[in-house]
C-alpha cells in the first residue's frame, strides 16, 4: 500500500483472534492499533480517531454496541462488526447502532480484509473527479436541505448533517435518479458493492437511520419515500 498507512483500530476482547486480525491486517498494509475492551476503544478513539475499525460485539461491561454509539457521536468512519452472534435481531441493532457491515464467526481473514476495500472503495468514490455541486432536496424556507456530493456534506439550512458513509451514499444513490423506485436488492448491489451477507432488511435499517436525520418528520417520510412491494424512491421538495 503506497502513502501513509490507514490507521485501523481492532476492538476484541478474545486475545487469539484480536493478534491473528492484527497480524493479517498488518500484512495489507494497515497500521493496526488494538483495544481489549470497550472502554480502552472509546479512549483509543478519543486519542487518535483510526480510519477504520473492527469491533467485537461481546466485550463485557461496554459492549460493541455501546461502543459504536458512542464513536458515532462525532465520527463518521467505516465501522465493521464481527461476531459470533448470528441472529437477525443482533445484526439489525448493530446497524442502528451506526455499524456499517456485520461478519459473523467463524470468518475468513480475507473476508475482512475485502470488506474493509470496499469500505474504503465506498468513502473515496465519487469526490476525485466530479467538481462540488450543490443539489436542493428540500426547499423548505425553514431550512433548505442541500446535497453536495462532491464535497461529501448534506446541510439543513446551516446545519451539517451527521450522516454516516453508507447513508451518504444510499442518499446520494437515490439522489441521482430522483423519482426512479429502487429495489431493496439494486440498493445492495450499488450502496453496499459486495452484496453484504445477503439479507435485504439492511437497507431497511438505514433508510429509517435516512430518515431520522434529512425529513422534516421521520414519521411521516416525504423525501425518502417506500413504495410497498418495490423498494424507495426519493421526492425532492
Known sequence: MAGVALRLLVVEDDDSIRTALRWALEDEGYDVAEAASGEDAVRSVAMATPD????????????????IREVRRAHDLPII??????????????????????????????????????????????????????????SDPAGPLVLNEGRGTVHRGEEQLPLTLTEFRLLCELAGSPGRVFSRQALLERVWEHGFFGDERIVDVHVRRLRT?????????????????????????
Open 81 to 138: 462488526v464481527v461476531s459470533a452472534r448470528a441472529d437477525t435481531h443482533d445484526i439489525v441493532a448493530a446497524l442502528e447502532a451506526g455499524a456499517d457491515d456485520y461478519v459473523t464467526k467463524p470468518f475468513e481473514v480475507k473476508e475482512i480484509t475485502a470488506r474493509l476495500r470496499a469500505l474504503r472503495r465506498r468513502a473515496g468514490s465519487g469526490t476525485a473527479e466530479r467538481p462540488p455541486e450543490a443539489v436542493v432536496l428540500d
Open 52 to 67: 477504520l475499525m473492527v469491533v467485537d460485539l461481546m466485550l463485557g461491561s461496554m459492549d460493541g454496541y455501546a461502543v
Open 213 to 237: 436525520k434529512v425529513e422534516t418528520d421521520p414519521g411521516a417520510p416525504r423525501l425518502v419515500v417506500t413504495v410497498r412491494g418495490l423498494g424507495y424512491r426519493l421526492d425532492p421538495r
